[in-house]
C-alpha cells in the first residue's frame, strides 16, 4: 500500500536563484518569498557555500557550467531549470546539471510550488538510489572475502557450498553483522571455522 502523502512545506528554506536581473527573476523571488523561503539572487556565478541551500533555481537558458563551483556529478541540493527554449542541447545539459524540475518561461505568478516538490522529491530519489548503488559496489567489493570464507568453511565442514555459506549466514545472524563482516572476522581467525566450533 502506497504511504499517504504528506503536503510538505518548505518554510525556513533558503533558496539561491541564478539568474540575471529580469522579470522572471523578480517572479520567482516572489513566489518563493510567499511560501517563506529566503532568497538570494545571484550572477553570474555561484559560489563554494551556496552548496549550503536547501534549493538552486537556475536560468537553464543563459546559464553554463563555469557559473557552477561543483561539479556535474554532484548534486548538493535539489535545482530547478527556468527554461524558456525546448533546445535538445539545453534540456540535456539542465539534466545533466542536476535539475529534477523545471519552470517554463516566461515566469507567472505560480507553479513555483509544484516544482518545489517534484524537484524535493527527485533529489530525495537519486540520493537513495546512489547510497544503494555505493553499498552494493562496496560489497561486491567484499565478494571475494566471503568466498574465501565459503572455501574454509567447505574444507573445514567438508560440506558443499550451501551448506558453507548457510553456516556464514549463521555466523551473520548470530552476530547481528553483515555477511561481508561475518567473512572478515572468520577469515581473520587463526582457526577460521574451527575455532568458531570451540567457542560455541
Not at 529566503?38 to 550572477?43: K, L, N, Q
Not at 559560489?47 to 537556475?58: G, I, Q, T
Not at 548503488?133 to 567447505?154: F, G, H
Amino acid at each position: 500500500m502506497a504511504a499517504a502523502f504528506r503536503t510538505p512545506s518548505f518554510r525556513g528554506w533558503k533558496a539561491v536563484v541564478l539568474h540575471r536581473p529580469h522579470t522572471d527573476r523578480d517572479n520567482i523571488c516572489r513566489q518563493l518569498e510567499r511560501l517563506g523561503i529566503e532568497v538570494e539572487c545571484v550572477w553570474p556565478d555561484l559560489r563554494k557555500e551556496h552548496s549550503e541551500a536547501n534549493v538552486v533555481v537556475f536560468d537553464a537558458d543563459m546559464a553554463h557550467e563555469g557559473q557552477f563551483p561543483w561539479k556535474p556529478d554532484i548534486q548538493p541540493m535539489p535545482m530547478i531549470a527556468l527554461m524558456g527554449t525546448e533546445a535538445p542541447g539545453r534540456v540535456e545539459w539542465a539534466i545533466r546539471r542536476g535539475a529534477g524540475a523545471h519552470l517554463n518561461k516566461p515566469i507567472g505568478s505560480s507553479g513555483v510550488y509544484g516544482a518545489l516538490v517534484v524537484a524535493q522529491r527527485s533529489f530525495e530519489a537519486r540520493f537513495a538510489y546512489e547510497n544503494k548503488i555505493a553499498d552494493l559496489e562496496q560489497r561486491l567489493a567484499r565478494r571475494p572475502q566471503v568466498v574465501e570464507a565459503i572455501l574454509t568453511l567447505m574444507l573445514q565442514r567438508n560440506c558443499d557450498a550451501h551448506t558453507a555459506y548457510r553456516g556464514l549466514r549463521d555466523l551473520a545472524m548470530a552476530g547481528r553483522i553483515s555477511i561481508e563482516d561475518a567473512a572478515d572476522e572468520l577469515n581473520a581467525r587463526p582457526g577460521g571455522a574451527d575455532d568458531d566450533r570451540r567457542k560455541a
